[in-house]
C-alpha cells in the first residue's frame, strides 16, 4: 500500500499563476516531511524540513505546510525556472525516507 | 563546500555482469544512503550506512550490496545485473542519518544494462 500519495501526477500553469501540490501520508510515528525538487537528470535538491502539524516553512515563492495527514506545498507566481519535479518524503521512526513519486511542475511563460 | 559526489555518471553494462557505483559524502557526513530511481517505481530505498555498519535495508534482493569506508566513503554493488536494474542510482549523505536530518543528494549514476 502507498505510505505517501503526491497528486496530481502533473501540472502545468502559466508564469504568475498560483497553485499548490498535495502530498498526504499513511505512516505513523512521523518524524520527519520532507521536500525536495528534482530536475532532469538531476539528483533531488533539499527544499524544507516540517517536523509538526501546524508548521510552515518559505523560501521564495515556495511555501511548505503541514498536518496531521497531509502536507502541501504552495508556489505562489510561478516562474518558468519553478519548472521541475517536486518530490515529498516522510521518516517514520526506524527507517529511511520514504518517497512519494513526485508532481511534474511546468510553468509556461 | 563540496556537494555528495557519485562516479561514474553514466555507466553501460551486459547483463550478468557486475557492477561497483561510488558516493562520497558531503565533508563531516558520516551517514551514506543509496536510492535507485526508476519511472515507474520512482525513488526506492536500497541501504544506509553509518560509521562503516549498514543501519538499514530496503527490500532489495542480495544482488544489491554496498560498503561504507573509515572516510565515510560509499560503495554500492550489483552483481549479475537484470535488465530491470537500469535505473538512476543515487546516493545521499547526512549529518548523522534518519531520523531528523536532511539529506543532500548526488547528481546519480545513470544504469543501463542492456
Known amino acids: 500500500e502507498d505510505q505517501v500519495t503526491q497528486s496530481p501526477e502533473a501540472l502545468r500553469l502559466q508564469e504568475g499563476e498560483s497553485s499548490s501540490l498535495n502530498c498526504s501520508y499513511t505512516v505513523s510515528g512521523l518524524r520527519g516531511l520532507f521536500w525536495y525538487r528534482q530536475d532532469p537528470g538531476k539528483g533531488p535538491e533539499f527544499l524544507f524540513t516540517l517536523y509538526s502539524a501546524g508548521e510552515e516553512k518559505e523560501k521564495e515563492r515556495l511555501k511548505a505546510t503541514l498536518t496531521k495527514k497531509e502536507s502541501f506545498l504552495h508556489i505562489t507566481a510561478p516562474k518558468p525556472e519553478d519548472s521541475a519535479t517536486y518530490l515529498c518524503a516522510v521518516n517514520q521512526a526506524g527507517t529511511a525516507l520514504i518517497f512519494g513519486k513526485g508532481t511534474t511542475l511546468s510553468v509556461s511563460s | 563546500k563540496a556537494g555528495v559526489t557519485q562516479t561514474p555518471r553514466y555507466l553501460i553494462k551486459t547483463r550478468g555482469q557486475q557492477v561497483t557505483l561510488s558516493c562520497s559524502p558531503i565533508s563531516g557526513h558520516r551517514s551514506v544512503s543509496w536510492y535507485q530511481q526508476t519511472p515507474g517505481q520512482g525513488l526506492q530505498f536500497l541501504f544506509e550506512?553509518?560509521?562503516?555498519?549498514?543501519?538499514n535495508k530496503g527490500n532489495f534482493p542480495g544482488r544489491f550490496s554496498g560498503r561504507q569506508f573509515s572516510n565515510s566513503r560509499s560503495e554500492m554493488n550489483v552483481s549479475t545485473l537484470e535488465l530491470g536494474d537500469s535505473a538512476l542510482y543515487l546516493c545521499?549523505?547526512?549529518?548523522?542519518?534518519?531520523?531528523?536530518?536532511?539529506?543532500?543528494f548526488g547528481q546519480g549514476t545513470r544504469l543501463t544494462v542492456v
Open positions: 545521499a549523505s547526512s549529518l548523522v542519518g534518519t531520523p531528523n536530518t536532511e539529506a543532500f
Open positions: 550506512y553509518f560509521s562503516e555498519t549498514q543501519r
